[in-house]
């Protein structure tokens, strides 16, 4: 009966596999793909990497050329205030206190705004750097001396103005869970440069998870092989890492290998490929033992290199965590995802004032984010190395005012029509801006950029079509730009 109930669960898993599509081209005398070319449904065949079966992380290469061989991803969860950085807006100065214009209101849905709130001017004085002539805020000096290697998008724009589902979009394309996330795809695409290493991890830093927690970092419909593992900068880099009392190396060994007997047999007699993935996992924690240590260990880097980012080892923070980054880059991991908690600057308590908490967050990032990149510069990584900052979607140019109130600190709303991202490194445009606001903020006025088409020019940096990476599940060919119409921004690419 369990054999049976094995069986019926693999035939189950097989059928799911099947979408419309593949029953059409497949049926009789092939009269189903007649009838989708008619349809205009028969394109080019979707990519799926072919890794070793016994290495679900094999390093392959992309289908079509690449500038990028890994990603860096620095996210700023709470959605930093765009208005406050990088988009100086002066007009928006002169409005500072006047009542908001209902034009800028009707039809609008805000997270906490009522009523008619009072325009927020720029909180901090701006000036332009390098030969880019770039704007930055006064609150990110290390920052601005970096920036003619960046390349900033100013249009940013999202369909979620709540924090968890406009964190699911920004990594996984979809604002529900349950869907592979961005790093996912990659190491899927791509495995991994070091086998004794995971090819997606993750770092925390600022004291909380980001609202939509570990499906950030999920595999979704992808084996769990491809899921983000989440390691500590203080303590043992990943939980249960070392073996139980009294169990030794070579013990663990044996026990592997016959667990992965036996485990090949159930794959051969029933064909489930989680049962792969399972194996794969556990010889990746085995070798992760000695491998990850070693390497989350910044108390090896030199001191000159720990001082500029202003890392102490041993503590948990965005600047022992960018150093980390440089590392894992280092040796062969190819996608690294930092998150940092604390940039949600509604005004409602001290620490999440644009005059208070907002200052301290901003002292935190500024030299070890620009350390990153010049680090990364210096050590030859940048030229194939992508790295990404941004939030979850953009702020209101408008204060915050709670029950129709002004609040004691100052903040500003949710604005999911206008965001600033940055990127860096393999195949985008040193000292280029792309994109304008408005006078004031708060939506694109040239060049609007969707999630989707950042997503397709992260994959197309990377090698990958976005239309054809993919993988089927429920009915459709699922994809990190969905089902909607998404573009390469060809004008940022160098």
Same mark, same amino acid.
């Given at each position: 009966?369990?054999?049976?109930?094995?069986?019926?669960?693999?035939?189950?898993?097989?059928?799911?596999?099947?979408?419309?599509?593949?029953?059409?081209?497949?049926?009789?005398?092939?009269?189903?793909?007649?009838?989708?070319?008619?349809?205009?449904?028969?394109?080019?065949?979707?990519?799926?990497?072919?890794?070793?079966?016994?290495?679900?992380?094999?390093?392959?290469?992309?289908?079509?050329?690449?500038?990028?061989?890994?990603?860096?991803?620095?996210?700023?969860?709470?959605?930093?205030?765009?208005?406050?950085?990088?988009? /100086?807006?002066?007009?928006?100065?002169?409005?500072?206190?006047?009542?908001?214009?209902?034009?800028?209101?009707?039809?609008?849905?805000?997270?906490?705004?009522? &009523?008619?709130?009072?325009?927020?001017?720029?909180?901090?004085?701006?000036?332009?750097?390098?030969?880019?002539?770039?704007?930055?805020?006064?609150?990110?000096?290390?920052?601005?001396?970096?920036?003619?290697?960046?390349?900033?998008?100013?249009?940013?724009?999202?369909?979620?103005?709540?924090?968890?589902?406009?964190?699911?979009?920004?990594?996984?394309?979809?604002?529900?869970?349950?869907?592979?996330?961005?790093?996912?795809?990659?190491?899927?695409?791509?495995?991994?440069?070091?086998?004794?290493?995971?090819?997606?991890?993750?770092?925390?830093?600022?004291?909380?998870?980001?609202?939509?927690?570990?499906?950030?970092?999920?595999?979704?419909?992808?084996?769990?092989?491809?899921?983000?593992?989440?390691?500590?900068?203080?303590?043992?880099?990943?939980?249960?890492?070392?073996?139980?009392? &009294?169990?030794?190396?070579?013990?663990?060994?044996?026990?592997?290998?016959?667990?992965?007997?036996?485990?090949?047999?159930? /794959?051969?007699?029933?064909?489930?490929?989680?049962?792969?993935?399972?194996?794969?996992?556990?010889?990746?924690?085995?070798?992760?033992?000695?491998?990850?240590?070693?390497?989350?260990?910044?108390?090896?880097?030199?001191?000159?290199?720990?001082?500029? /980012?202003?890392?102490?080892?041993?503590?948990?923070?965005?600047?022992?965590?960018?150093?980390?980054?440089?590392?894992?880059?280092?040796?062969?991991?190819?996608?690294?995802?930092?998150?940092?908690?604390?940039?949600?600057?509604?005004?409602?308590?001290?620490?999440?004032?644009?005059?208070?908490?907002?200052?301290?967050?901003?002292?935190?990032?500024?030299?070890?984010?620009?350390?990153?990149?010049?680090?990364?510069?210096?050590?030859?990584?940048?030229?194939?190395?992508?790295?990404?900052?941004?939030?979850?979607?953009?702020?209101?140019?408008?204060?915050?005012?709670?029950?129709?109130?002004?609040?004691?600190?100052?903040?500003?709303?949710?604005?999911?029509?206008?965001?600033?991202?940055?990127?860096?490194?393999?195949?985008?445009?040193?000292?280029?801006? /792309?994109?304008?606001?408005?006078?004031?903020?708060? &939506?694109?006025?040239?060049?609007?950029?969707?999630?989707?088409?950042?997503?397709?020019?992260?994959?197309?940096?990377?090698?990958?079509?976005?239309?054809?990476?993919?993988?089927?599940?429920?009915?459709?060919?699922?994809?990190?730009?969905?089902?909607?119409?998404?573009?390469?921004?060809?004008?940022?690419?160098?």
């Amino acid at each position: 009966m369990k054999k049976q109930t094995l069986q019926q669960e693999a035939r189950y898993r097989s059928l799911e596999q099947t979408t419309r599509r593949h029953f059409l081209r497949e049926s009789t005398t092939g009269l189903g793909a007649i009838w989708m070319a008619s349809q205009g449904l028969a394109h080019a065949s979707p990519y799926r990497p072919q890794h070793d079966a016994d290495n679900q992380l094999s390093n392959l290469q992309p289908p079509l050329p690449a500038k990028a061989k890994r990603i860096i991803y620095l996210h700023m969860i709470g959605a930093p205030s765009q208005l406050e950085l990088f988009d /100086y807006k002066p007009d928006l100065a002169r409005l500072d206190g006047q009542d908001c214009p209902q034009e800028f209101l009707e039809g609008k849905r805000f997270a906490f705004i009522q &009523g008619t709130p009072k325009m927020l001017g720029p909180q901090f004085e701006f000036k332009q750097h390098g030969d880019s002539g770039a704007w930055v805020t006064d609150r990110l000096p290390h920052f601005s001396k970096v920036v003619d290697d960046v390349c900033f998008i100013k249009t940013m724009q999202t369909d979620q103005f709540n924090h968890g589902p406009a964190q699911l979009m920004v990594h996984t394309g979809q604002a529900r869970m349950g869907y592979p996330s961005i790093g996912s795809w990659v190491t899927w695409g791509l495995g991994t440069e070091n086998e004794d290493l995971p090819g997606f991890i993750v770092l925390l830093s600022g004291g909380r998870q980001p609202r939509a927690g570990k499906s950030l970092w999920s595999s979704g419909m992808l084996p769990s092989v491809y899921q983000g593992i989440q390691c500590r900068s203080a303590g043992d880099p990943v939980l249960n890492i070392s073996n139980p009392k &009294g169990v030794s190396r070579n013990e663990r060994r044996q026990l592997l290998d016959t667990l992965g007997k036996l485990n090949r047999e159930a /794959y051969q007699e029933f064909g489930d490929p989680e049962t792969l993935t399972r194996i794969s996992q556990y010889e990746m924690a085995f070798r992760m033992q000695t491998a990850v240590p070693e390497v989350m260990d910044i108390s090896n880097e030199p001191k000159h290199i720990q001082e500029m /980012y202003g890392a102490e080892p041993g503590k948990e923070s965005f600047a022992n965590n960018c150093l980390l980054a440089r590392r894992l880059a280092q040796e062969g991991v190819r996608f690294i995802q930092l998150f940092d908690w604390g940039w949600d600057s509604h005004g409602a308590a001290k620490a999440e004032a644009l005059n208070e908490g907002f200052k301290d967050k901003c002292r935190q990032i500024d030299q070890p984010m620009s350390a990153l990149l010049t680090d990364l510069k210096q050590q030859g990584l940048l030229e194939d190395t992508l790295v990404i900052w941004s939030g979850e979607f953009g702020r209101t140019p408008m204060r915050e005012n709670r029950g129709g109130t002004e609040m004691a600190f100052v903040g500003r709303d949710h604005n999911p029509g206008a965001f600033t991202l940055w990127m860096a490194g393999a195949g985008v445009k040193p000292g280029f801006t /792309y994109g304008e606001t408005d006078p004031i903020g708060y &939506g694109a006025a040239q060049n609007p950029v969707h999630l989707r088409d950042f997503h397709a020019t992260l994959l197309h940096l990377l090698g990958f079509e976005h239309e054809k990476l993919s993988v089927p599940f429920q009915g459709l060919n699922q994809k990190l730009t969905g089902v909607l119409p998404a573009h390469v921004i060809k004008d940022i690419l160098a």
